[in-house]
């Protein structure tokens, strides 16, 4: 039972424009999400995180977008860099429970020059 | 300073030997999670330690796995009568109290089972 869903395995990208990486979730109690980035032969790395008490939370060229009423979140990379080719995955969590991370099966970014 | 260290990088192993992957967190991080990923596969829950507490074990997929965490640190995972199933890249992270919710990486360790 896939908890936190990525959809798109891959998604191609040309430099400068805008990524759109989605994600959702289907267990209401999540309260705390996160997008975690992945380069071959390493381990993720954290990205940017979001609360349920928000709907945006921004970091330079990185905006994480959450709609819960929908149980949807995304994160938008403007303007897409070379450097941002990656398998990006999206998290959820309990925060208030201490709970563990489920992780979605990840979205392989390719930025096109 | 040091991050996460997970020894071997790599590991060869014939079906049915066990193995025994280690993790090393960031000092003084309370919170030390396992994971696995398969090919093509995205990061499967195994294993969650948070401070005192009884561990999460509730992503192991079969009695051949389980793990320890010594000292509240060093943290071993062991698989027993290894399958071919389970070669993948079985990754470690762990992450400070109060901030259980970002989660620092080692780089992994590969198994593979011929």
């Known amino acids: 039972d896939q908890q936190v869903k990525q959809n798109s395995p891959s998604l191609s990208v040309q430099e400068g424009r805008i990524s759109i990486l989605n994600c959702d979730y289907t267990n209401s109690m999540f309260d705390y999400f996160l997008w975690y980035k992945k380069y071959p032969a390493e381990g993720p790395t954290f990205l940017i995180s979001?609360?349920?008490?928000?709907d945006k939370n921004e970091d330079g060229r990185f905006t994480v977008f959450l709609n819960k009423s929908a149980k949807h979140l995304s994160l938008h990379i403007v303007p897409s860099q070379p450097g941002d080719s990656a398998v990006y995955f999206c998290a959820a969590t309990k925060m208030n429970r201490d709970d563990k991370i489920i992780f979605g099966k990840g979205t392989r970014l390719h930025i096109l020059p | 300073g040091a991050g996460v260290s997970q020894s071997p990088s790599n590991k060869v192993t014939e079906k049915g030997k066990d193995v025994e992957l280690r993790c090393d967190p960031i000092s003084g991080h309370t919170a030390l999670y396992w994971y696995r990923q398969s090919l093509g596969q995205g990061l499967e829950f195994l294993i969650y330690?948070?401070?005192?507490?009884?561990?999460?074990k509730s992503g192991l997929p079969s009695d051949r796995f389980s793990a320890e965490r010594t000292g509240g640190s060093v943290s071993t995972l062991t698989i027993q009568r290894t399958q071919q199933e389970d070669s993948a890249v079985y990754l470690c992270a762990s992450s400070p109290q109060g901030s259980s919710y970002e989660q620092y990486f080692g780089p992994g360790t590969r198994l593979t089972v011929t």
């Open positions: 330690f948070q401070g005192n507490s009884a561990p999460d």
């Open positions: 979001i609360s349920s008490i928000k």
